[in-house]
């Protein structure tokens, strides 16, 4: 298999430079140059895999032999997890697939466990080092960090927005003493964040001298590695003989995205219901076809703060086509204008199974304070945005919706306590986190004084 960019303008590459590289050379981001399909037996065939095999073989047709001893990797990735993806009935068709019984207890370790040491993997092959560069409104941050501490061919270093991550979010960031870890908390908001890491990574010079590549989700190996838990919980329900569909909480529009590559690759899911905070571009777009960047609100789901979803592009590239050189030029009028807006008529095939809805701070409350007093169950409020946007929807009483538990409530125990009088305690793992030490750099969202110190750190 091998990899385009959504700009058109970089030349196609194999999986493992697809990898390392994060960004494409023309700021495009990269994706398969064909969505591969499984048909009903191969998916039949899926269901009671041990979780590392599923993710094996739904990677299969991505990799098409690229990583040695992929299904060694994956089982290594996924042994430091409590539980694997289980679901859980909510009542009324509901379903809770729960992502977070990883290290740092959010779905972002499913992707990044597996990432780290498929980086490491590759660059031993290659005898070399690598910096990795991350941006992150939270749960990015931890995940990358926790799967690139003391590997020996990496440094890591990641920006987050000062001040705007939850205090067990930034902690379990910056308590991690490891030599090749370093953090910024930037005077800025995630997309600031974003950017920065967007243009170092644009920078030739800099990506040369330092080999820097990206660990959020503009690299694809974060989607590839997401789609197995969306067959997971189909299959869990009876896919493929039956429908599901999924109701995802979403900010850099990555997660959910991997769910429609699921679709596209033949998993039988209805319809993708998207849910967001006030940082609501994502339903905006679907619902109106524009997109148009604001200010970002800060909000009690500070992964979801975010104007500017990266993954929207790959999607932007199928709704044109696959045509690199369109995508270029819807993505060069909105960096120029700050908004673009796509033909109705290009939207159709999309809304036929994709809406959003969006939820504001007490709304989210509400639903958080709901499912506790229904099922005695505690969920983060991400994950409570995507199961009020199961709520909102008008939902077919034989296909089940799936929600996508994309935080351990632990995370965010202020907003949890707010909406239900109850504080949730942090699992044993981290039962000592607010006695570690913590360790980080305050720098101002500025370009030279960002570079200035990873080439210090990293160079
Ligand atoms: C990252 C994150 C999200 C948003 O996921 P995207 O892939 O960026 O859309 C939602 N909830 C939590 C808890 C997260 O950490």
Redesign the pocket.
Known sequence: MRYVSTRGAAPALPFDDVMLSGLAPDGGLYVPEAWPELDGAKISSLRGLPYPDLVAAVSAPFLEGAVDDFSGIAADAYASFERLAPLTDLGNGLWLLELFWGPTL???DYALQLLGRLFQAGLDARRARALVLGATS???GSAAIEACRDRSALDIVVLHPHGRVSDVQRRQMTTVPSANVHNVAVRGTFDDCQRLVKLMLADPDLRSDLAATSVN?INWVRIMAQVAYYFAGALALGAPDREVSFAV????????FAAYVARKMGLPIRRLVIGTNQNNVVARFLETGRFSIDTVVPTITP??DIQVPSNLERLLFDIYGRDGEAVRRVMGEFAEHGRVGVEPSRLQELRGFVSGAWFDESATGRTLAEVFAETSMLV?P?TAIGIAAALATERDPDVPVICVG??HPAKFPDAVEAATGVRPPLPGRLADLFERPEAMTVLPPDRHAIEAFVRRVAG
């Open positions: 959010a779905f972002k939270g749960d990015t989700s909480p979403t900010g850099n529009f990555g997660n959910v992964a979801m983060d991400h994309t935080a």
